[in-house]
């Protein structure tokens, strides 16, 4: 079994910036897309980033231009950088990854615990 571990999370002011780590606890054979979502109390679960195998990317309209994801395939692990932070931004964040564990499993999805954050003043 997979795990995705995330980390980072945190409270912060307004202007602020935080990075989230997600990596996945044992060795994979191969991932393919990955991305973050968020989810606020109250409300549904929401695409804020994702990255492609090949490194393409996009975002979410409310973050772009604050917010970077990257990946290092050597680590098994995904980055969400997260700059100008603003109140709207505070919720849970999950990692998700679809990979494969080995050469004869299934393309799978997982997601991470999830990292709570927080910004205000």
């Known amino acids: 079994q997979v795990q995705l571990v995330e980390s980072g999370g945190g409270l912060v002011q307004p202007g602020g910036s935080l990075r989230l780590s997600c990596a996945a606890s044992?060795?994979?054979?191969?991932?393919?897309?990955m991305g973050w979502y968020r989810q606020a109390p109250g409300q549904q679960r929401e695409l804020v980033a994702g990255?492609?195998?090949?490194?393409?990317?996009n975002y979410a309209d409310s973050v772009q231009g604050r917010f970077t994801i990257s990946r290092d395939n050597t680590k098994n692990t995904v980055y969400l950088q997260m700059n100008s932070l603003k109140p709207e931004d505070t919720a849970v964040y999950y990692c998700?990854?679809?990979?494969?564990?080995?050469?004869?499993?299934?393309?799978?999805?997982?997601w991470g615990q999830g990292t709570p954050v927080t910004v205000s003043s």
């Open positions: 044992r060795s994979i054979f191969s991932i393919d897309d």
């Open positions: 990255i492609t195998s090949g490194g393409s990317t």
């Open positions: 998700n990854m679809r990979l494969k564990i080995a050469t004869w499993a299934q393309w799978r999805g997982y």
